[in-house]
């Protein structure tokens, strides 16, 4: 899933790291491999307001097809992380991902999508948001699609009617009981009454991580912090509640559980691979 056809790959560690050499500021060079650069982390109510948060640097690994191709578009993940990396610092490193990967040679800025898994798939969702490109991303600079897999979908924000106008696609499993379906088909539904070009593909009997081989049909973590219950909502710009009793977000309210099934199915893996190829393929790689 992390790779496609000639799709480049910049897989982002989501920390930031002791660097043998200064951050890059362009991939004019053409390189490739380890790329250091500099983002910027914030607190919720930072990002929220659109203010500047604390510079850092990351790392990510870039990879790209043998020589002799053309330009080709780029796939970005972002990965899990909790309190210590929040959502909106995660979009911030995702916009200045696509603002690096856009100054690359071999890279066409036209075409690169970001994709997420998880805690990454829930940065995927809220990154396209036009109040959030608009404080953070490059004008001009957005990325070609977005594909969220088993996002939390819990989350309402001010002007979240405000879309990309690129293609949304949301990979999901059914039985999720870490972050649950329903409300990603609810926020689909009010993505596509605006006109957004957003679906959902669901899979019946299949949990959260469902493209992950590396885990068993279903484990059962008990001790796992689970928000399947918790719903979020900006009430006010910059302050986020818990929607039902109006308490400020954290991650200690009650509605927090324990305890998140995750599992690999292997029908539901190569279906979402195949489609995930075939909509970079036909869509994407075909110029948007």
Not at 31 to 37: E, K, V
Not at 117 to 137: D, E, K, M, V
Not at 243 to 259: E, I, K, N, S, V
Request: with cysteine; charged share 20%; hydrophobic share 40%.
């Amino acid at each position: 899933m992390r790779r496609a056809g000639l799709l480049a790959a910049l897989l982002l560690t989501g920390c930031a790291t002791a660097l043998q050499g200064p951050p890059t500021a362009s991939l004019a060079d053409g390189r490739t491999g380890s790329i250091a650069f500099h983002t910027m982390t914030t607190m919720p109510r930072q990002f929220l307001l659109g203010e500047r948060g604390t510079t850092v640097v990351i790392t990510g690994e870039l990879g790209l097809p043998a020589r002799g191709a053309d330009r080709v578009p780029g796939i970005n993940e972002t990965l899990e992380g909790r309190e210590a990396v929040n959502i909106g610092s995660r979009i911030v490193d995702a916009y200045r991902a696509l603002e690096l990967l856009a100054t690359h040679p071999r890279i066409d800025r036209e075409r690169i999508v970001l994709m997420g898994f998880s805690h990454g798939g829930a940065t995927t969702l809220h990154a396209t948001y036009t109040r959030f490109q608009q404080s953070y991303l490059t004008p001009g600079l957005e990325y070609a699609a977005y594909l969220p897999f088993y996002a939390f979908c819990n989350t309402r924000v001010i002007d979240d009617d405000r879309i990309s106008r690129w293609p949304i696609r949301l990979f999901h499993g059914a039985a999720d009981d870490y972050t649950p379906v329903a409300p990603c088909h609810a926020w689909v539904t009010r993505a596509k009454a605006v006109g957004a070009d957003a679906t959902i593909t669901e899979y019946p009997l299949v949990y959260h991580a469902f493209d992950n081989p590396r885990l068993p049909p279903a484990f059962r973590n008990h001790y796992g912090l689970n928000p399947s219950r918790c719903f979020f909502a900006e009430r006010a710009r910059g302050e986020m509640v818990n929607a039902l009793t109006g308490q400020p977000l954290t991650y200690h309210d009650p509605c927090w559980g324990r305890g998140v099934t995750v599992g690999y199915e292997p029908r539901a893996y190569a279906d979402a691979l195949a489609s995930v190829k075939a909509f970079l393929t036909t869509t994407i790689a075909a110029g948007r």
